[in-house]
């Protein structure tokens, strides 16, 4: 079954076309990272994704059924998707633990004591079990990406949507998350990843899409896109962004080096 | 001439009443501004035009006249069409409804200094708008507000003094009454203003103290 399908999709704003009849779907369990300059329309892609922006054409679907994003109420579609943004967005005035708790409370409606147990166990899962009492200006970034991704996990969704998740991040903070992230992979979260750490995308990926433009340029398995891209675009990408591309570095004989 | 405070202070126990009716009024106005600036500031931002209008319409009357017209229309001007309030009563209602017209804005302001981020990971998360403004929103517009909202208290406070123009013996009418008693202008309207001055104070040191409490840790 594909949790997510999106079918032609098209926005713009304005005159701008951001998004040119994005198709792409994604099975259960699996790993899609989505690359691509800044600006070719990933992060509105994602917000298209989630709700967050209306659609001028195509459809999306998730488990089969129609994505309808209500102006008012995401509450029907919160255990269903679930999302990360580069700027983390936590609620300043709250402890970890009630950042994580209150979507539990309020939304599914579990009891206090349900959604405190709950909060405990994901904010010990991403490292945090002894920062639950913290408010988030007392965290790392690192750690508030981490508070945001327990958070997301309460809703029990059945995709994570990830928009940049280190890009805010202090370099010395990124594999702290990317680590968070990777177990999610290993424990069966189907995810959508939008990155530009390349060697991440490369491991964790089952499929990646370069994206430039408003449009999907080029799609494949992480061997395909990484070491063999067939689309000249594609590859003035990677080698712009990875000084070795076409050398040993990414075809992975030197992975040990480069692991995170 | 010299100025000769002691032909005013056998009249001190009437200034303290009228700066307890200047404190009651002042109270009394600025709970009701805040309640009426809390809806308008939340209804000039909700997603519903039609409030948006009401809301802004509001805010631009209130704060296109000026308030002695306001407690006019409502102490004389009301019961033409059957509402007579007491003077006190009027006035309070005044300057209430005035004052909500600033808050108003003061709550916008807060409101809209939450940054957009924190109301997409909310709607994201399944939280309703209303459920966003309360648990979200408003906790942190209030921190944003206090230092705007204890100016309008201090504002309220010494406009309060219009009310005088009702016949309610607040500070500035006990003022103007023993005044007329006396002829001792000058010392009457220092202790006058020396009284608000305490009163003014005393709210500032109290916004400032709620400030440093509710900062965020
Ligand atoms: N709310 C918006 N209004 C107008 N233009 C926007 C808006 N959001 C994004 N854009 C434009 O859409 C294009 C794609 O942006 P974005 O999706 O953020 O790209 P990416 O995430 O790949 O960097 C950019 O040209 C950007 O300026
Ligand atoms: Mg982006």
């Known amino acids: 079954m594909e949790t997510l399908r999106a079918v032609n999709v ?16 994604v099975k259960k369990g699996e790993v899609l990272s989505i690359i691509g300059p800044s600006g070719s329309g990933k992060s509105t892609l994602l917000r298209c994704l989630c709700g967050l922006e209306s659609i001028d054409s195509g459809e999306i679907y998730i488990n089969d059924e129609p994505l309808i994003a209500d102006r008012f109420s995401h509450r029907h579609l919160a255990t269903k998707i679930g999302m990360i943004f580069q700027s983390f967005n936590l609620f300043p005035h709250m402890t970890s633990l009630e950042n994580v708790m209150l979507a539990p409370m309020k939304v599914k409606g579990l009891s206090k004591r349900k959604a405190e147990k709950l909060a405990k166990e994901l904010l010990i899962r991403v490292g945090l079990g002894d920062k639950i009492n913290y408010r988030p200006s007392q965290l790392s970034g690192g750690q508030q990406q981490r508070v945001a991704i327990a958070r997301a996990l309460a809703m029990q969704p059945d995709i994570m949507l990830f928009d940049e998740p280190t890009s805010a991040l202090d370099p010395e903070l990124v594999g702290e998350v990317l680590e968070v992230i990777a177990q999610l992979a290993k424990e069966g979260m189907t995810m959508i990843i939008v990155t530009h750490e390349m060697l991440f995308a490369k491991e964790i990926s089952n499929r990646v899409i370069f994206m430039d433009e408003g449009s999907i340029i080029e799609e494949g ?3 395909e896109i990484f070491v063999n891209p067939s689309n000249p675009r594609t590859r003035a990408f ?5 000084p070795h591309f076409g050398s040993s570095l990414i075809e992975g004989e030197k992975e040990n080096e480069v692991r995170l | 001439m010299k100025l000769d405070f002691s032909i005013v202070f056998p009249y001190l126990p009437m200034f303290f009443k009228g700066a307890k009716a200047t404190i009651e009024a002042s109270i009394l106005a600025i709970l009701i501004g805040l309640a ?4 308008v500031g939340v209804g000039r931002v909700i997603p519903l035009k039609p409030i948006n209008f009401i809301a802004w319409l509001y805010v631009y009357v209130i704060r296109g006249t000026p308030l002695l017209v306001q407690l006019f229309m409502i102490y004389f001007g009301l019961p033409s069409i059957g509402v007579e309030l007491e003077a006190f009563t009027a006035g309070v209602i005044g300057l209430g409804i005035n004052s909500g017209g600033y808050v108003a804005e003061i709550v916008r302001g807060g409101i809209e200094a939450v940054p957009k981020g924190q109301l997409e990971a909310a709607k994201v998360l399944g939280l309703s708008y209303i459920q966003t403004m309360w648990h979200i929103v408003l906790p942190q517009a209030i921190r944003n507000m206090l230092p705007a909202l204890g100016n309008e208290f201090i504002t309220l406070v010494k406009e309060s003094s219009l009310l005088s123009t009702l016949a309610i013996t607040e500070l500035t009418m006990v003022g103007q009454q023993v005044r007329s008693v006396t002829f001792a202008s000058f010392e009457v309207f220092i202790v006058v203003a020396l009284i608000y001055l305490v009163i ?3 709210v500032s040191t109290l916004v400032r103290y709620i400030e440093r409490k509710w900062q965020v840790r």
């Open chain 1, 221 to 223: 398995s992480p061997q």
């Open chain 2, 200 to 202: 003014t104070t005393a």
């Open chain 1, 10 to 25: 098209s926005k713009s704003y304005g005159k701008l076309q951001v998004l040119k009849g994005i198709n792409l779907s």
């Open chain 1, 238 to 242: 990677l080698r712009r962004l990875l």
């Open chain 2, 36 to 39: 009426i600036g809390t809806i």
